[in-house]
């Protein structure tokens, strides 16, 4: 686990050196959980970082203290004057029961197999007081652009975790009052040129039978002075072909046209439905989170 710890922090450098980091962004999508540890007097940020949550909740007057293996990270933070420690969420969090009323963490346990997650969640809940706060967050499985791009470019991601799972491991380990959600400042949006796409897909479609129609029964051009002798020809066909519509052909043409109409319907709902379905795919939070409360007394005991 060291040498995946020292991979992860090598690689965060090299995306801070080369630019690949918007710190902005990053601290205004940590500020959404702030408020849920608003009446904690000592919170733990597990795998801090450079220490963005900690001075989060420092500026709202809220006790933190941060945790990372990463020995660089925590220079950095100690250089800011935050409160870290260098250390194994294994071998801390045992050390210290029943410590802390608030315990947060943001992409960690993507980086644990099933195993240490279910370690992880149960440490975190013996490190909490009575009605202490616990929430995890972690990229949304249900993402696509997570999928394709951001979860796997980082080779230390082991598995990523759905909503409904971060909530079972919460229970499991005995947490109550647990709620979970997106987090809305991780929307994705797309650039001008994409948000065209939708529009200009569209337009390849017609959008009424008249002009499924129309298409169908687009003329060729007229012929050319050189071939002025197939004009009488074209048109003999053309005015044959209208008569066989408007007599034998009428009741074959009626059901064509019906079904027509009933094809061009079921299209536009398709293609409805494929918009709304890429745009959920696309569109939808980056990041979603599970808090838990630990209860007390003789509840704690029996939810364990």
């Known amino acids: 686990m060291e040498k995946g710890n020292r991979l992860e922090g090598e690689f965060y450098t090299y995306l801070n050196q080369m630019g690949h980091v918007d710190r902005e962004w990053n601290e205004n999508v940590l500020a959404y959980y702030v408020p849920f540890f608003s009446r904690c007097g000592r919170v733990l940020d597990i795998g801090c970082g450079e220490g963005q ?120 380990a005995g947490f109550r009052e647990i709620t979970s959600g997106e987090n809305p400042r991780t929307v994705w949006t797309p650039s001008p ?25 687009a003329e060729a051009p007229l012929p050319s002075p050189r071939s002025f002798w197939r004009r009488p020809i074209v048109r003999l066909r053309r005015r044959a072909a209208r008569f066989l519509v408007r007599t034998v052909m009428f009741e074959e043409f009626a059901a ?21 379905a890429w745009a959920n795919l696309l569109l939808i939070p980056r990041e979603i989170f599970a808090k838990g409360i630990k209860p007390s007394g003789d509840e704690a005991n029996g939810a364990r």
């Not at 220079?75 to 969420?89: F, I, N, S, Y």
């Not at 990229?139 to 975790?161: G, Q």
């Open 53 to 172: 949550f900690l001075e989060l909740l420092g500026a709202e007057g809220i006790d933190a203290q941060g945790l990372d293996i990463d020995p660089g990270m925590v220079e950095r933070c100690r250089q800011k004057g935050l409160d870290v420690v260098e250390a194994d969420l294994f071998d801390y969090l045992p050390r210290h029961r029943e410590t802390f009323d608030g315990i947060f963490c943001s992409n960690l346990i993507e980086h644990l197999s099933a195993e240490e997650a279910v370690q992880f969640v149960r440490l975190a809940f013996d490190a909490l007081q009575e009605g202490g706060v616990f929430l995890i967050a972690t990229p949304n499985p249900a993402s696509l652009i997570v999928h394709l791009h951001e979860f796997w470019r980082d080779a230390t991601h082991v598995r990523p975790y759905a909503r409904h799972l971060l909530e079972f491991l919460l229970f499991q």
């Open 193 to 217: 040129e994409l948000q065209a796409v939708p529009s200009v897909l569209k337009d390849l479609l017609p959008r009424s039978l008249d002009e499924w129609r129309t298409l169908m029964r």
């Open 256 to 276: 064509l046209n019906h079904a027509l109409s009933a094809l061009l319907s079921n299209v536009q709902q398709i293609e409805r439905a494929l918009y709304s």
